[in-house]
């Protein structure tokens, strides 16, 4: 399978800007269910052509018990249960309705800590349900709801809203025509309503309508004999009522553990020393639990720490920047076997440059803080890699080998951290990344030969802290915070599907693009970081250096100017954060 | 009719252009006035495995599937030059080396089948007028003949029982105009060859001589 992991529907996500960082444990909200399975049933106001109908509303819905700081939360399906009382379907639809079939696109919230985004649950729908006998009606819509990713430890809720709800009346098979009298289009259901009005045509006994039309005021087609869907759709909104918890479930992403570090409690340490700042806002003690402090939105990023796996962004960019001329890295070139040959050879002119350029988006995960940073942001102007393909081949058909050699030029914009946490106080930082080089590129592999195609890309990349508030208070960290050495990146990607040894995983390729995994990055010590005399190396190697890191990127398709111009029309596309749940 | 030497794999002769001296002295008895066609007409033919190969680097490109459109005039007493015509062909599940997948493109149709020497129900001779490019990501070529203006001639062979036209891979065919990533794994000027069997339906063609 060539890409990554597309979801079944694209879904409409508008997030809701954030306001600054607030400290303090999340309300103590109902919660129907943390995690697991989420039951949840609420009263509606249903607004349709025809007028108000009250129906009753039951979601279930499996949520994950906990889930982790940059990888996807997937909620499981979705089921609701909508009980309309008889006297409103009467009223609603056509007198010739015998069943009714359903859709739903439900507006769901997503909140952690002070971060709020909205998410489009749409294309929830129900089969045909008879609507024969006298109860209540109830529709049972499912469906899937997309997965969502957040940046930083702390309580998950999912609540339910806004929704609406289409009705598709079905007249009864052939043999049983009717035909509706034209009469009044307005018809109001009785149920929990405050209308006045009725229709006393939708109080029959045996619950069908002589003479009503359908309430959107289109008369329906009593006569389709051959059971064919009556016309007349009947579309409203439905609102919940007020006063009633909404949230269906909470997902708990537990914070990092065993951040204390020594020599700096959470008043100690030139923080606190800047006085006057309190410390009682600090908050889930615990370092386990899942209530740590309301962590802050990244500034400027609409939807804070909640990141929504299914928006589409557009970049509006159809071309390549700089092509980078820069040799290939000969510490990340393979050995040549003595039968392989290199081109160019010897004494021959370089090839010329092949440009092409493509965006790459993901996540790092920083194993000492459980958490992840968001790289190249789709929604913060993310910038383009730019190749130059093909510098340099090694053939060897004898082994079947043959091995193609690229540079990749990648400037990522800075990235803003927002779950550092010194002795448990929200911590935000941005993150520079500055290049050492460029980034060498070598795949292997033929299809004819039965061997997957591997990419490897590999490059050196220091990182620089500033902007660093701790509870919202400036740190200041100075203007030379960095890795003393870079970090050695090298990211992984591979195209099997079909072959024996094919790993299930999506496949990445280089114009289709894919995920792309580095599993075992190292964060190199600091150094230079300086506050007013005291060195605070320490403090962020012991925070973030070491093994154990891993990154997750993403990359689009790449356009390729030369030899597919259409590659890069009408855009060239932003991927979508990796969504892969990974081990 | 002498066969093309090819380039040995293991030396690459890069940027070098090659021209191959194809020289079909047909039996000329067979050439001219002697070729009966029967149950000619239009036909189809299905290939699945058309194998382009440069012959120089050995990098192949081969394909799923190939489709050619043509037809031969039933006649006695015919020319065997230009006995039938390939009005179009089209190639589909194109790959290469990385798994680049490529779209190949006929130029200049029509080609045209030459008859040159029979024997045993099996003609020999040529597919004359061929060009073709290549487009994939990362890469583009194109293929002519002796020079990139000239277009190639290539030798088939024609079964009467088996119904089967084949590409025997022999043949003045070069790549031209490499660009991108292709480059080392097919350049400008590289011999190439193109083979791939194609099965005619309806399987009613026959092609004698005399």
């Given at each position: 399978m060539r890409g990554g992991v597309r979801p079944r529907r694209s879904v409409r996500f508008a997030a809701v800007a954030t306001a600054a960082l607030v400290a303090g444990a999340l309300p103590g909200t109902n919660s129907a269910a943390s995690g697991g399975r989420g039951e949840l049933s609420l009263a509606y106001a249903c607004q349709f052509a025809s007028g108000e109908q009250d129906v009753t509303i039951a979601f279930t819905q499996r949520f994950p018990q906990t889930a982790t700081a940059g990888k996807p939360i997937q909620p499981g399906d979705l089921a609701m249960a909508v009980t309309i009382p008889r006297a409103g379907v009467t009223a609603m639809?056509?007198?010739?309705?015998?069943s009714v079939s359903a859709e739903s696109d439900l507006t769901a919230h997503i909140t952690q800590g002070s971060s709020d985004a909205d998410a489009d649950w749409s294309g929830l729908t129900a089969p045909e349900t008879s609507l024969a006998g006298t109860d209540d009606v109830v529709l049972t819509l499912t469906g899937k709801a997309p997965a969502v990713t957040v940046t930083a430890s702390g309580d998950v809720a999912f609540s339910v809203g806004v929704l609406t709800l289409t009705l598709h009346p079905r007249a009864a098979a052939a043999g049983t025509p009717t035909t509706p009298a034209p009469g009044p289009t307005t018809a109001r259901a009785a149920g929990t309503a405050t209308a006045a009005a009725t229709d006393t045509n939708a109080t029959t006994a045996d619950g069908t309508t002589a003479n009503g039309t359908a309430s959107d005021g289109t008369t329906a087609d009593g006569t389709t004999a051959s059971g064919a869907a009556a016309a007349g759709d009947v579309t409203g909104t439905c609102t919940p009522e007020p006063g009633q918890d909404a949230v269906l479930a909470t997902v708990h992403v537990p914070g990092p553990t065993g951040t204390t570090l020594p020599g700096h409690s959470a008043a100690a340490g030139p923080v606190a020393g800047r006085g006057g700042r309190s410390t009682g806002h600090a908050s889930g003690a615990d370092g386990t639990a899942s209530g740590s402090s309301g962590p802050s939105a990244a500034a400027g990023r609409a939807g804070g720490t909640i990141v929504p796996l299914d928006q589409p962004v557009h970049s509006g960019v159809s071309t390549c920047g700089k092509t980078p001329i820069a040799p290939l890295d000969p510490r990340r070139l393979p050995p040549v076997s003595d039968t392989g040959i290199v081109v160019p050879m010897p004494g021959q002119p370089a090839f010329p440059p092949g440009p092409m350029c493509g965006f790459a988006v993901g996540f790092s995960n920083v194993n000492k803080l459980n958490g992840a940073m968001i790289i190249n942001d789709p929604h913060a102007k993310p910038v383009l890699a730019e190749v130059n393909s093909g510098q340099r081949k090694v053939l060897d058909y004898s082994k079947q080998y043959v091995e193609v050699d690229s540079i990749i030029d990648l400037r990522l914009p800075p990235s803003a951290s927002t779950f550092l946490t010194f002795g448990f106080m929200p911590t935000t930082a941005d993150v520079e990344f500055i290049p050492r080089g460029v980034f060498t590129v070598v795949q292997t592999g033929d299809d004819f030969f039965g061997e997957p195609i591997l990419t490897t890309i590999g490059g050196y990349q220091d990182i620089r802290i500033h902007n660093v508030r701790i509870n919202g208070t400036p740190l200041d960290v100075g203007p030379d915070c960095h890795t003393a050495k870079p970090l050695d990146i090298v990211l992984h990607g591979r195209k099997d599907s079909g072959l024996p040894d094919d790993d299930g995983k999506p496949d990445y390729f280089i114009d289709a693009g894919g995920p792309l995994t580095d599993e075992d990055l190292v964060i190199p010590p600091f150094t230079g970081c300086a506050s007013h005399g005291e060195n605070l190396d320490a403090l962020f190697t012991a925070a973030l250096s070491g093994p154990g890191n891993s990154l997750n990127i993403s990359q689009g398709p790449l356009c390729d100017p030369i030899n597919v111009p259409e590659s890069c029309l009408p855009e060239i596309p932003i991927p979508q954060l990796p969504q892969r749940k990974k081990s | 009719m002498r066969k093309l030497s090819t380039l040995t794999r293991t030396g690459l002769v890069a940027g070098s252009a090659v021209v191959a001296a194809v020289a079909f002295a047909a039996a000329p008895a067979n050439a001219a006035g002697t070729w009966t066609v029967s149950g000619g007409g239009s036909f189809t033919g299905k290939s699945t495995n058309s194998t382009l190969t440069d012959t120089s680097t050995g990098t192949q490109l081969k394909c799923t599937s190939s489709s050619a459109g043509g037809s031969a005039a039933n006649g006695t007493g015919?020319?065997?030059?230009?006995i039938g015509t390939i009005s179009s062909v089209t190639w589909s599940g194109c790959s290469g080396p990385l798994g680049i997948t490529f779209n190949v493109t006929a130029d200049g149709l029509p080609w045209h089948l030459n008859a040159v020497s029979y024997s045993g129900g099996v003609t020999t001779g040529t597919l004359t007028g061929v060009k073709a490019h290549i487009g994939g990501f990362g890469c583009t070529a194109s293929f002519a003949g002796a020079s990139s203006t000239a277009t190639a001639t290539l030798d088939v062979k024609y079964n009467n029982s088996t119904h089967v036209l084949s590409l025997l891979g022999t043949g003045n065919l070069h790549a031209y105009g490499v660009s991108g990533t292709c480059l080392g794994l097919i350049n400008s000027g590289d011999p190439a060859s193109y083979k791939g069997d194609y099965t005619l339906t309806p399987a009613t063609l026959s092609i004698t001589s005399p």
């Open positions: 639809l056509p007198a010739a309705t015998a | 015919l020319s065997g030059t230009n």
